[in-house]
């Protein structure tokens, strides 16, 4: 069965002050991992896919990276504006069919006080 | 494009009585999920389905619920009778994989379902 475990379940941040956050993952085959954003009473938001170990992606304040067990979600010089849960999910490769389902982690509550 | 539509925003009702959501994925999308969001479970699927046709129910809690996709462009998730322990929020989301290698979900806003 698919896990995926994100660290630590709350992180408070001053404004300017970097940090990461951390999800783990195991899956029988990885065919991608994905990252979203998530503002209290709406709907979890796209940020980023990666394939494979190794690769990153940035989009303004945020880079993410993966490895073999693990994928980062690196917030450089965070803004009040970046506050709100991240969520981390697995998609996993199937052999056969059409399988696309995400299994998401419980996500991570980033409050960000100016 | 509109992004994904879900409807009703709230609901509030009663035990006993069914409930219906509703979904419209992003137009092209071949791929619809139904999600339910707790604090205590986070994120689970419930259903999928793929052009129209459910693939894997295997999170659906049990016979009260049920989901229809009757096309590319509407589905719905029923709760018959509902519980107490159904209040969530449900979320729907689509997909155009695997075309283009384009897997990622957008979600809708979400229905929140209170359960008296």
């Known amino acids: 069965e698919d896990q995926v475990t994100q660290s630590p379940e709350a992180l408070r941040l001053q404004e300017g002050e970097s940090s990461s956050l951390n999800c783990s993952y195991t899956?029988?085959?990885?065919?991608?991992l994905f990252w979203y954003r998530q503002d209290p009473g709406k709907g979890p938001e796209f940020l980023f896919t990666?394939?494979?170990a190794g690769e990153e992606k940035e989009k303004e304040r945020l880079k993410a990276t993966l490895t073999k067990k693990e994928s980062f979600l690196h917030i450089t010089a965070p803004k009040p504006e970046d506050s709100a849960t991240y969520l981390c999910a697995v998609q996993a490769r199937n052999s056969g069919g059409s399988n696309y389902k995400l299994t998401f982690g419980k996500g991570t509550l980033l409050t960000v006080n100016p | 494009d509109a992004g994904v539509i879900q409807s009703p925003r709230h609901e509030v009702t009663e035990m006993g009585q069914e409930v219906t959501l509703r979904c419209k994925p992003i137009s092209g999308h071949n791929s619809l999920f139904w999600y339910r969001q707790t604090m205590m479970r986070g994120l689970e699927l419930l259903i999928y389905?793929?052009?129209?046709?459910?693939?894997?129910d295997s999170g659906m809690p049990e016979d009260r619920f049920s989901a229809k996709m009757p096309n590319a462009s509407f589905s719905t998730l029923k709760i018959q009778p509902s519980e107490p322990r159904d209040s969530a929020v449900y979320f729907c989301?689509?997909?155009?994989?695997?075309?283009?290698?384009?897997?990622?979900?957008?979600f809708g806003p979400g229905t929140r379902l209170t359960v008296t």
């Open positions: 990666l394939y494979s």
């Open positions: 389905f793929n052009n129209n046709v459910p693939i894997d």
């Open positions: 899956v029988s085959g990885l065919r991608g």
């Open positions: 989301a689509s997909s155009l994989a695997p075309q283009g290698r384009k897997y990622e979900q957008y």
